[in-house]
């Protein structure tokens, strides 16, 4: 471990096939890394974001998100503060591995592959105390925790029931912009307003508008919790128009101000 992470790893001996590597990692500090694996990787955001680069391509990976990275592939990750994840590396091809590895490289044909969002109850503190007593139990849990992110990983890339729809709002939200119009919306994703709109209600019960509003005021609570930016900054970064705009947006879907969230934050579910 460094000064600026919590950093815990399982080997291979205490974990099963197709698994050959699991560890978590917390950060204290915004850290930028060029990485490169011999194995499938798989990164699981636990809590904050990450930014990651490849190919002049920037896509920021938050919280429930995970992404899958094949063999040898380069790639820049910066780790923002507040970010911990849970890694999963791929055992070497054998023959007991042989289907998954089959998945994975199917899967990854065109490089990284980010998936929509996970719903796993896993934090880092949890599976700090498993890392950190690797008891025949705990690395049992271990082996159920990484398996269980690897089946909805691949349920979720493959399975019918992942809309077309979905992926293209999966691929927009991951473009990291804070002010999409609806005219934005339906270019990039490639439908008319009435059609995106009939969908979005049909897939998420929303908006298009308000969708995107939801994950701007995820954004906003997790800079206000995870950084020292003051409000001008945190305006700026994420497209209002000034402070006033955005306390207005906060508080409206918030009930209280920017700045009591920032005091009392943890009793929020943002």
């Known amino acids: 471990m460094d000064a600026k992470s919590e950093y815990y790893t399982i080997y291979i001996n205490k974990l099963l096939p197709p698994l050959g590597m699991l560890s978590i990692r917390h950060m204290s500090h915004t850290i930028n890394e060029e990485c490169m694996h011999r194995n499938y990787h798989i990164i699981y955001i636990l809590s904050g974001s990450a930014e990651i680069t490849f190919s002049n391509t920037t896509i920021k990976a938050s919280k429930g998100k995970a992404f899958i990275v094949p063999p040898n592939f380069k790639y820049n990750i910066t780790r923002n503060v507040g970010c911990s994840h849970f890694d999963i590396i791929l055992s070497v091809w054998d023959k007991s591995s042989e289907n998954i590895w089959k998945f994975f490289t199917e899967l990854t044909k065109k490089g990284i592959v980010f998936t929509p969002t996970l719903y796993f109850e896993y934090t880092f503190d949890d599976l700090k105390k498993l890392f950190a007593l690797p008891t025949e139990i705990n690395c049992y849990s271990l082996n159920v925790k990484a398996n269980s992110i690897l089946l909805s990983v691949l349920e979720q890339s493959f399975s019918d029931n992942v809309s077309d729809f979905k992926r293209k709002i999966a691929e927009i939200t991951a473009l990291n912009k804070n002010s999409l119009t609806l005219k934005e919306l339906c270019e990039l994703s490639g439908y008319s307003p009435t059609h995106f ?28 919790k995870t ?44």
């Open 227 to 270: 950084t020292d930016l003051n409000l001008k900054e945190i305006a700026e970064k994420l497209e209002f128009y000034d402070t006033s705009h955005l306390n207005t947006f906060f508080k409206k879907r918030m009930g209280i101000t920017p700045g009591k969230y920032r005091k009392d934050g943890n009793k929020y579910p943002y």
């Open 197 to 224: 709109e009939r969908l979005m209600m049909q897939n998420f019960g929303v908006s298009g508008i308000e969708y995107f509003n939801k994950i701007k005021l995820e954004r906003i609570c997790n800079l206000l």
